[in-house]
């Protein structure tokens, strides 16, 4: 079945940088895209970012342009989230996605804090 599981968050300070990561299985991870969203206390989940299936084409939100970054491993099945500059309007819970023949599946989620 397919299964999504992403790295422990953490507790940045401002400024600061972390990396998550989702390793797939499950399904033949190279041919689909992949996302990562975000959700934030009473707020909607949103598209952060995006990236095809060969790796081509990243797209980042406005709110994360410049600062985020996702990138993907074929090899290993897994794809990342880097993300630089934290500021205090980015801790959320962050969940990698994949829709896979019409079905979307999500991680369990991991909560990433931002405070000095």
């Known amino acids: 079945q397919v299964q999504l599981v992403e790295s422990r968050g953490g507790v940045v300070q401002p400024g600061g940088s972390l990396r998550l990561s989702c390793a797939a299985s499950?399904?033949?991870?190279?041919?689909?895209?992949m996302r990562w969203y975000r959700q934030a206390p009473g707020k909607e989940r949103e598209l952060v970012a995006f990236?095809?299936?060969?790796?081509?084409?990243?797209s980042d939100a406005d709110s994360v342009k410049g600062r985020f970054t996702i990138s993907r491993d074929n090899a290993e099945n897994t794809f990342y989230l880097r993300m630089n500059s934290l500021k205090t309007e980015d801790p959320a819970v962050y969940y990698c996605n994949a829709v896979v023949k019409g079905v979307s599946y999500w991680g369990q989620g991991t909560q990433v804090t931002v405070s000095s």
């Open positions: 499950g399904f033949r991870f190279s041919s689909y895209a």
């Open positions: 990236i095809t299936s060969g790796g081509g084409s990243p």
